[in-house]
């Protein structure tokens, strides 16, 4: 989760100095430290051996600068080498005076300027109350604010007030009032340094880089750090801290930086000049970095250091993180993941935390909370559980709220809500069509926001301005239907933006636009900055900017006729009668040397997967006679569905991928836990359709399985498919397949197999030894007597031990054994 960078002390230098027992001793210690997660990830066995030198870079490999300055000082002064920690804070402190001189601000200057009208407390809780629902909730915050205001009458303190209240409001409102919500703000808070007692500041500002995919919660995390500040939470106690939101910047013009920071804080203005020369007591919150839009290269291109000098929005934030403009102030950002391309040439050792949302308990109890019946809560979690694209996306509370609305609707209509979830596309579209009464007539607002949806997409941008939207015609009061249904959300900060729920609403509706039939003006989707659907499913396009991916998904499968008749019937939209015909111009499938990458051909499963529409499968899929497949459990589904369409598949080659589990796992644990995962109820019954396919194609001759991890039962579904009277194969290639035993079971598979003439059998490249082949030859053997097509047995490149040569030996001379060639 965390990302270390180099030292700014020798450790190296300081373990070597220690004997072997305090070696040791520093090993125990290091661990009473808490650190989440960081040091179990390490094996325990690697620190025991390590000397010094080693363990100063297993260390700084696996944990935060920032952790390991303050935990190597505590350490040292529990094993009580003070001359050592002490060492520890000399080499920091000359760090960090090096780091201020080369950044070394330019002079304060004092602002001149008719003092502005201060902020009345009064008129902001006014304005506060005239927007506010009226929900306890909120008039409860208001009358905490007004009280507040009577205590803490100063300009500093009422600074603080309207940021509590305003921001107090936030948090209560959904999601943040959410439990599970909550948690995860609790558990990413304890990583940063201003916000977690236990980690003692150091000689220099923080800066903290949250970061990680869409509607995980990083922008949730910035605000609660602000609340937090207004209630006195933090470690760190900052004078003043500062919010700035980039959706809301986006578009703002030139300024300087004192405007920029301060455009909403007028009653400060006269204090400019004492605030920011105590840079060290004030935190800067930036959130949503990658949605200011800024050309790549914008944030890094002439850094100022001039705090009154007129300049774009980019370059006044790239100065900031540059620690050019006021070096010595803590930050905390938050950006998208693919943005850290453009932030990590502007900061010198960031601390970056990938926030990863809910994890698989917090949207169980989620689940919980929101059905309230257990069983439903139950029934419901395991229908997201068993669509593996789905449930990833529901590490989104925003997606996690849909998807537990969408089905207890249908659990309490008496629907069976099982189908609605095979497809991501198929829950979007019941969520949706379900928030509105049949024939809406919102066909034209539907069709802007498409529009919108689209360029915004294309651009990596997920704000809607409301002069884009006024340009097209449409009023707050269109929109009002799509935001009172949770399909839209209007910005608390800035009542001129709006956005899409969650990222992958922006994805389904920017598919919409490639799906719905075209006005006049919208054939040119160049017009709209849009690429055309030809682009839309390039690898390149989608390697440039990954949202696309999903919408290409999500473009499949409204492909589907029912689909497009319910969205029709719902909103009165005219779908697109040649949707299907464009998606196969687009050589989605091709020749066997098209594909330029395996994950090429898994996107075309996944896509006719979301389709659900055979007749497109079939066209699809018809052409192939060869097949590679690399499958894990997410593959598995799709490719059951698309396979049995291959009418005229020659050659499968198959390659099961063990699932990737902790570090900290052993082999033997991690066997056992990969079978339980594809043991999983909802997979056997895909994994069974997919092996089908030997006793359904007879032109199936030639299979390859290598580098695979089979369970129990896939193998034993596997070798019965194999074993069956219409299977047909006649080459047989087995490479590098776990756990030992399948080499026998496969083997025992083929002895009465009445096609097969080729087999070939190879350990792995690791190890040469057939291991089954050694332990267990006599299966083989019988395997060879009993077969009565087999004439070519290869085991070239493979290690027979003086037992196993024996046994081969013996198997040759058996009268029944009818093998012509080995090789």
Not at 11 to 39: H, P, V, W, Y
Not at 602 to 608: G, N, Q, R
Not at 651 to 656: A, E, N, P, T
Not at 696 to 725: H, T
């Amino acid at each position: 989760m965390v990302s270390s960078v180099p030292l700014d002390f020798n450790l190296q230098a300081l373990l070597e100095q220690l004997s072997q027992d305090e070696l040791s001793q520093f090993k125990s210690l290091i661990r009473t430290i808490t650190l989440g997660n960081e040091l179990q990830k390490i094996p325990q066995t690697e620190v025991d051996e390590a000397d010094g030198k080693q363990l100063a870079e297993i260390l700084s490999s696996h944990c935060p600068s920032y952790w390991m300055e303050t935990a190597t000082i505590q350490v040292f002064e529990k094993m009580y080498r003070v001359d050592l920690s002490e060492r520890v804070k000399d080499e920091l402190r000359e760090a960090a005076l090096r780091s201020f001189n080369k950044n070394k601000p330019l002079p304060l200057e004092t602002i001149r300027k008719e003092e502005p009208a201060p902020v009345d407390l009064d008129e902001m809780l006014v304005r506060f109350e005239a927007e506010a629902q009226e929900t306890e909730e909120e008039v409860s915050s208001l009358r905490e604010a007004e009280a507040l205001k009577k205590e803490m009458p100063g300009k500093e303190d009422r600074h603080r007030t309207i940021l509590k209240m305003k921001f107090r409001q936030m948090w209560e409102a959904w999601p943040g009032a959410s439990k599970e919500v909550q948690a995860v703000a609790q558990r990413y808070t304890t990583l940063i340094p201003f916000s977690n007692p236990r980690i003692i500041p150091g000689p220099f500002p923080h800066t903290v880089v949250l970061h990680g995919p869409a509607g995980l919660g990083k922008t949730t995390l910035a605000k609660k750090l602000i609340l937090d500040w207004t209630e006195d939470n933090l470690s760190h106690k900052f004078k003043y801290a500062f919010y700035l939101g980039c959706k809301r910047l986006s578009r703002l013009g030139l300024c300087s930086f004192a405007e920029l920071v301060f455009r909403d804080w007028p009653e400060l203005q006269e204090d400019v000049p004492n605030i920011l020369s105590e840079a060290q007591k004030i935190l800067f919150v930036v959130d949503g970095l990658d949605e200011l839009g800024a050309p790549p290269g914008a944030l890094i291109h002439d850094i100022c250091g001039d705090w009154l000098k007129p300049k774009p929005v980019p370059v006044l934030l790239g100065s900031l993180l540059k620690r050019k403009m006021l070096p010595k102030a803590a930050l905390l950002v938050t950006t998208r993941s693919w943005a850290l391309r453009d932030l990590r040439p502007l900061m010198e050792q960031p601390i970056y935390i990938r926030v990863e949302g809910f994890l698989e308990e917090d949207r169980r109890a989620y689940f919980l909370r929101h059905f309230g019946e257990e069983d439903q809560a139950t029934r419901a979690f395991e229908l997201m559980r068993s669509n593996a694209a789905l449930f990833q996306l529901g590490s989104a509370p925003a997606v996690c709220w849909m998807v537990c609305t969408s089905l207890k609707l249908q659990m309490e209509n008496g629907e069976d809500p099982a189908t609605t979830c095979h497809t991501r596309t198929g829950l979007f579209l019941h969520f949706l069509c379900s928030r509105f009464p049949k024939d809406s007539r919102l066909g034209g607002t539907l069709r802007v926001l498409s529009i919108l949806a689209a360029q915004g997409l294309w651009a990596q941008m997920s704000v809607l301005h409301r002069e884009d939207l006024e340009s097209f015609g449409v009023q707050e009061s269109d929109l009002r239907p799509f935001l009172d249904r949770g399909i839209l959300r209007q910005d608390r900060d800035s009542k001129d933006c709006y956005s899409f729920l969650h990222l992958s609403f922006q994805q389904f509706f920017t598919a919409l636009f490639y799906a719905l039939e075209k006005e006049e003006e919208d054939r040119d989707g160049h017009a709209w900055d849009v690429g055309d659907v030809q682009k839309l499913l390039s690898g390149e396009e989608r390697l440039q900017n990954p949202d696309l991916i999903q919408a290409g998904h999500f473009l499949f499968g409204l492909a589907n006729e029912k689909r497009a008749a319910e969205l029709e019937t719902t909103f009165g939209c005219v779908m697109s009668r040649e949707i299907k015909q464009e998606l196969l111009r687009c050589d989605i499938i091709c020749d066997e040397d098209r594909y330029s990458t395996l994950t090429d051909l898994k996107e075309v499963l996944h896509c006719l997967y979301e389709s659900q529409e055979e007749e497109l499968v079939k066209a699809v899929m018809a052409p192939l006679k060869e097949i590679s497949l690399h499958l894990s459990a997410t593959d598995i589904v799709p490719s059951s569905f698309c396979l049995k369409h291959c009418r005229n598949l020659e050659k499968m080659s198959l390659q099961v991928i063990k699932a990737k589990l902790p570090e900290n796992v052993t082999a033997s644990e991690s066997d056992a836990e990969v079978e339980r995962s594809q043991d999983d109820q909802h997979m056997v019954p895909f994994w069974t359709d997919l092996c089908s396919i030997f006793g359904s194609n007879k032109d199936l001759m030639i299979l390859e399985i290598n580098n695979s991890f089979l369970s129990a039962s896939l193998l034993w579904i596997l070798c019965e498919q194999i074993a069956s009277d219409t299977c047909h194969l006649q080459r047989v290639v087995i490479k590098n397949v776990s756990p030992a035993d399948a080499y026998r079971n496969l083997c025992l598979a083929l002895q009465g197999h009445k096609t097969v003439t080729h087999l070939r059998l190879r350990g792995s490249a690791q190890n040469d030894t057939l291991p089954a082949l050694c332990e267990q030859w006599a299966d083989l053997s019988l395997a060879l007597e009993v077969n009565r097509s087999l004439t070519c047995v290869n085991l070239s490149n493979n290690e027979l031990l003086g037992e196993g040569a024996r046994l081969l030996y013996t198997t040759l001379k058996h009268p029944k054994c009818l093998l012509q060639r080995l090789s």
